[in-house]
């Protein structure tokens, strides 16, 4: 048997494109590879369960060799095996029944993964590292004769009578000079490491060594033999294949160790299965979350029959889980499979709905069984649920009855518990519920001091996702608004009939305003007099809370960039009711006046953090003065 011809390609040679197309992608030609081997593996596997093929199974496995001298990888397995017309049609036509179009298109593609997916190129990702590939096979089929196929990264093969005596099929890479890396233990070992290692069927490579103990020395101690074995690099029945009831906690968190070794333990997990309208397993965990976001996403990792595609799933998991870990495993999904494949994927947009609604229904069962477990846990619980809330409608729906509010006291409250707390001290005249937060407990003490006194209860608000979460709450919650503790004095935050009546004549209102828009010098501030309690400070310095919460949103990214660069502005307000003003006013002397007034308004920024450089040592000499 001997035949040469040409792949039918019309057209300029396609191998060069691959080749330029993939390159950035190169080490999926193992991944490719190693994925046929196993099909071709379970095929046989197969047909011996349906009676379709009645010889010998063996220890069914792929193995993956490599000779540096010779500059060869082979992907070598025991399954299907091919008959020279098999070669033809599965290598020669249907592997390039797209190449025409491919050559039309090949421009427009974004990424590697695109083209390959799009056209079937699985097997010719072969050429990207290799400049000749063959195939030695021979079919299961009764009397089959072992097949051989060539070819240099032309459009150019030739078959002739193969020399493998077992079934199954050896492909074997002649790599190309630019890829001699490959040629590497380490190097393949990395690569199968990362797309190979929860394969269904036994993956060898080489052999390792190890220590076995065997009986004891004279002195008692243990003996230890090596050992040669087998290097099986991957677990074919990884947890997410198996059932729920087959497995302990410990099994989930053993898993977690080996997906992420340097990683605390997880808070807790939820075990995915679902085979209509499509089909997906997995496993995913809820981390104790670190400040640093970014070098916490995309930890999930997606596979396709076990085969790991990508661990970049925004697509797949909704955006606010995208901090979750864990593996989501659906065939659904093509190996080589793209961005704009999943943007468009009607699957993808079911399984997207599917895991939300899971968590939805695990944080909900969370909740309701263990709540003391719930709120230890709601520090980290609560960046996934509030962002859900502000981001998904539908798991909004849910969420609402499981998220939770913190007041400065550390208690926990539903957002129907928290109403009925505070709604009868923290209704304003016009009947607008107010909720009263901080998100700097340390700076804003004194104000929350201050709003204690008054009956007040202060929410925290202090993650980084709850600016936008303040926003959110006042459109879902009714004849609702939110006021951060220091957006005014304690007497304004919420708007009663019985504000304290002022002591100050219209005349000594505009001569104290007079004597601090002298002192302030500081531009942005604007001064206001107030009746309030004694009680409180002689002056405030407040933001408005409109123009502060848009300003945090602008610093952030929310599309606020206008007042991002429109200046800060504060309000001043004193105290018309505070003995400090009665002492002001008592005195003729106009730097007694103008230092008093420096003095409160320095303290009041000092509270705020506002005073800083050369103005915070001018009030510490001053202060020291006046002592």
């Not at 593996?41 to 369960?49: A, E, G, H, N, P």
Request: with cysteine; proline share 4%; hydrophobic share 35%.
């Amino acid at each position: 048997m001997q035949e040469k011809g040409t792949i039918s390609i019309h057209t300029e040679n396609i191998f060069p494109i691959i080749k330029k197309f993939l390159y950035s992608d190169n080490e999926i030609f193992l991944r490719e590879l190693v994925s046929n081997a196993v099909d071709a593996t379970q095929k046989i596997k197969r047909l011996s369960s349906l009676g379709q093929y009645n010889g010998e199974l063996g220890e069914l496995q792929v193995e993956v060799l490599f000779d540096e001298t010779a500059k060869t990888i082979t992907i070598s397995d025991n399954g299907l095996g091919m008959t020279a017309d098999e070669i033809k049609k599965y290598i020669n036509q249907i592997a390039f029944s797209g190449a025409t179009e491919f050559m039309e298109k090949f421009k427009e593609a974004k990424d590697a993964n695109e083209i390959i997916g799009r056209f079937g190129l699985g097997f010719y990702s072969a050429f990207m590292v290799a400049d000749k590939v063959e195939i030695n096979t021979l079919s299961y089929q009764e009397g089959a004769e072992p097949a051989r196929w060539i070819c240099d990264g032309s459009t150019e093969f030739e078959i002739t009578e193969g020399t493998r005596t077992t079934r199954g099929t050896d492909v074997i890479l002649h790599v190309n000079s630019e890829s001699e890396e490959f040629v590497n233990k380490h190097k393949l070992q990395e690569i199968l490491d990362k797309y190979a290692k929860f394969l269904p069927v036994p993956i060898k490579f080489g052999t390792r060594t190890d220590e076995v103990p065997q009986g004891e020395d004279e002195e008692g101690k243990p003996k230890y033999i090596t050992v040669e074995s087998d290097n099986i690099i991957n677990e074919t029945n990884p947890i997410w294949t198996k059932s729920p009831s087959e497995l302990k906690d410990e099994d989930y968190l053993q898993f977690y160790k080996e997906l992420y070794p340097f990683s605390e333990d997880p808070l807790f997990w939820i075990h995915l299965n679902v085979d209509y309208p499509f089909n997906l397993t997995g496993v995913l965990y809820f981390p104790k979350v670190k400040n640093d976001f970014d070098f916490q996403r995309n930890k999930i990792k997606l596979f396709s029959r076990q085969v790991f595609i990508t661990d970049e799933v925004k697509d797949i998991v909704p955006e606010f889980l995208m901090l979750l870990h864990g593996v989501i495993d659906s065939p659904d999904i093509p190996l080589n499979v793209s961005r704009s494949f999943l943007q468009a994927d009607s699957n993808v947009k079911k399984i997207n709905t599917y895991i939300t609604k899971k968590v939805a229904d695990k944080l909900a069962e969370l909740f309701k069984a263990d709540r003391k477990a719930y709120e230890e846990k709601w520090s980290d619980i609560g960046l996934f649920v509030k962002y859900g809330f502000i981001s998904d409608d539908k798991f909004y729906e849910k969420a609402k009855d499981f998220t939770l509010l913190t007041n400065t006291a550390k208690e926990n409250f539903t957002l129907n518990e928290y109403k009925e707390k505070v709604s009868a001290t923290q209704t304003d005249k016009d009947g607008q519920l107010v909720y009263i937060y901080t998100n700097e407990p340390a700076k804003q003490d004194s104000f929350i001091q201050s709003a204690i006194k008054k009956g007040y209860d202060v929410l925290l608000m202090n993650s980084p996702i709850d600016n936008h979460f303040v926003s959110h709450l006042e459109q879902k919650l009714e004849k609702t608004s939110l006021k951060r503790v220091d957006a005014d004095v304690a007497d304004k935050l919420i708007k009663k009939d019985d504000a304290p009546a002022t002591v100050l004549t219209d005349d000594q209102v505009t001569e104290v305003k007079d004597i601090f828009e002298k002192a302030i010098t500081k531009p942005g501030f604007k001064v206001e007099l107030e009746s309030l309690n004694p009680e409180e400070l002689p002056v405030t310095v407040t933001m408005d809370e409109f123009m502060r919460r848009m300003k945090d949103m602008a610093q952030m990214g929310g599309g606020m960039g206008f007042y991002g660069n429109m200046p800060d502005s504060y309000k001043v307000v004193v105290n018309g009711n505070h003995k400090l003003i009665g002492k002001m006013l008592e005195t003729n002397d106009e730097e007694a006046r103008t230092q008093l007034a420096k003095q409160a308004f320095d303290l009041a920024l000092l509270s705020q953090g506002l005073l800083t450089g050369a103005e915070l040592t001018e009030f510490v000499n001053r202060s020291v003065s006046l002592i």
